[in-house]
């Protein structure tokens, strides 16, 4: 009786949820695990429509409840099974790319035990994968493949060793001779330095790219941007943001190690940097400020150049050789709006056609059908990169 | 009155364990957050008798255990405090280093969400740091480090590309002429290639050791040995183990891009095998029958060489440099006997001394107070490397 209860509760709940749009479209069952699952783990699972299923075991359970809903929002309430487990599927499918997510087990935070863990949100999180249709660019190939190295810088500043991850391009260590250009490339609120290997599939990206002749090869640098200690999205927030700490790590203490430790081009003409929200908002900080050290800038989510921007940095039309600007396409639904939560709002492609008209580099990119994610990502860093270090 | 039961039952159930042995020592209230915490989390927490203390928000929870209880074994259980957090402390003190552990809330395995995650198990699980009074040895400290590297090498035999994790000494990249021995370290069962660096710390202790003086810098490789698809601790198992996948992988496909890939020296002089548990299982099947390749041979918790072993391999005597064997004092308490389930006891030390009678340069450790658990197995490290590569 309580379970059949339970189950007709759990259904109108999500009957509920689809008929608030028009009918719902039949699920198709060709469900299969998340190449996110840790091994051997068959859930959670994804269809080719991108609807995700979930199974937990806790048969003491009294409810259990899924982050991702509608839309990756709204949650999913899971439903018990005679066997213990809970179970039950989004009401509707999930943007392309990564998600992150969590389980509330009676009240409490945990992570779905069938998936790797992603660092997001300031914790370990849990994550899935929705197949995208252009996911080859990320694919782990058959292609030569660079490696991505945890490296231990000395931090006076911070009195402590600082971590860092560096990709060195494909047959770095065979030309010994060789010299590659840097970029710096940042995480957002809430991420760390893990982020653009582990959820960004940053080392795959180039791989691929330079495989296919598409970029020339060169070294990223990734590492911690001091960023949460800051609260989320509260109008203070990013107002509040000292850059200073981390301008001061990566100014007078990485750049130094990486120029040391590793064969570098160390002119503006080859140091990139850019950064996804809030390591966007970390990048105009500094870059600009910096056009001694960078020539290319990119903000991924992360902000915009306007024409009063660039005119307030002494040299930025002559020393800046690229301003890219990217979004994903659900971001911009706010009439083409953007802005961090209390801060003023921007229109990124009005901004970047001034730029372009004025003269300088600009780019802008739109990542269709994704948001404030990293397949929004992904797919910048896939556009920024061929167009580094060409001049 | 629901309240002050649930702490009379905890009360009378710690109060239970104790009395089973002597009266039980008074608890420091000492507690500091555990050094494998996530960042800001400040819980668990270890005292500096090594008890530890858990809390766990689940409100709504009915029941909730901790896997590590009195030495690290049994469980504790948790009670529910007014606040809806989980809370207990174990019933005694866990041996110094590293372990392994995971919650049961409500009948369902998840992890702490205050700690970091660690591959063993089979799963990612959640870890606790005992701090040992030798732990200066594995620190992070003001010397220069080597990087951990990610590379992903082609596997014909398993048709895929495969992840394993070089370890290149301090200054690697700007010695640019200088080559490098290489020590091929394997993991145990349920664990994967992550396990060295992660639990390990194999790159700080090495880094400390060479900073020292104490070991000739070498690189170190770490990859998955393909152990976990038999069953743990089954009498079946480890004999039915089939080691010709691995071998392969490692034999014609990992040391060959290594020796391409990296300044190695490619000779057997000059090349080491080990491993823990199952990797020192796996290290005497395969080592002892590629004397061309291996001049160093570690069983850390993994196995022994008897005089028998080593006379039926032609040119062991005069081709081994060092056969190195090593346990956890508690794994010696059954009378120093020791083998897998289901497989012939064996003496260790006896053996050990046994090759040293005859001529061999046989080496045998003892880790204090420590049993099959990873203290046992960076302090094997930490007493293997100096020995390595020194003729």
């Known amino acids: 009786m309580k379970r059949a209860f ?42 080719s429509q991108g609807y995700v299923r979930f199974r937990i075991p806790a048969p003491e359970a009294r409810n259990v409840k899924v982050s991702l809903g ?25 943007d392309e790319g990564f998600h992150y997510y969590r389980l509330t087990v009676d009240g409490g935070t945990f992570n779905d035990p069938g998936t790797l863990n992603f660092y997001g949100s300031t914790r370990w999180e849990s994550g899935i994968e929705i197949p995208a249709h252009d996911a080859e660019f990320y694919a782990l190939r058959a292609v ?57 599939h940053a080392n795959l990206i180039m791989d691929n790219l330079i495989a296919a002749g598409k970029s020339r090869p060169f070294i990223i640098v990734m590492t911690y941007g001091m960023t949460n200690d800051i609260r989320p999205g509260s109008p203070g927030g990013l107002a509040s943001f000292d850059i200073r700490p981390f301008q001061t790590v990566l100014m007078d203490e990485l750049i130094p190690f990486i120029d ?32 001694d050290k960078f020539a290319y800038i990119g903000l991924f989510s992360g902000g915009t150049f ?25 971001e ?3 009439g083409g709006m953007v802005g961090p939560p209390g801060m003023q709002k921007a229109d990124p492609r009005a901004n970047a056609e001034a730029l372009k008209r004025a003269g300088l580099n600009s780019v802008f990119y739109v990542s269709p059908n994704t948001g404030h994610e990293f397949l929004t990502w992904r797919r910048s860093l896939r556009e920024f990169a061929p167009l580094l270090f060409r001049d």
Request: net charge neutral; hydrophobic share 35%.
């Open 260 to 291: 040391r430790e590793f064969r570098t081009l160390a002119d503006p003409r080859h140091r990139a940097m850019a950064g996804l929200s809030m390591g966007g908002f970390e990048t105009k900080l500094i870059a600009p400020t910096r056009l």
């Open 144 to 200: 030569p493949h660079g490696n991505v190295q945890q490296v231990l810088f000395p931090s006076p500043s911070t009195g402590t060793q600082r971590r860092a991850f560096v990709y060195t391009p494909p047959n770095y260590e065979k030309n010994a001779g060789a010299r590659f250009p840097v970029l710096y490339l940042q995480h957002g609120w809430g991420e760390d330095e893990t982020a653009w290997a582990n959820q960004g």
């Open 306 to 330: 306007s024409l009063d921007d660039v005119d307030k940095v002494a040299g930025y039309r002559d020393k800046v050789k690229l301003t890219f600007v990217s979004f994903g396409s659900r």
């Open 6 to 47: 339970a189950i007709l509760l759990a259904a109108s709940a999500l009957a509920g949820e689809a008929s608030a749009q028009e009918a719902a479209p039949t699920v198709k069952e060709d469900f299969k695990p998340s190449s996110l699952n840790q091994p051997g783990q068959e859930y959670p699972q994804v269809n």
């Open 70 to 94: 509608l839309g990756g929002r709204g949650g999913t309430v899971l439903a018990k099974a005679d066997d213990g487990t809970w179970t039950g599927t989004t009401a509707g499918p999930l």
């Open 332 to 334: 911009l639904e706010n």
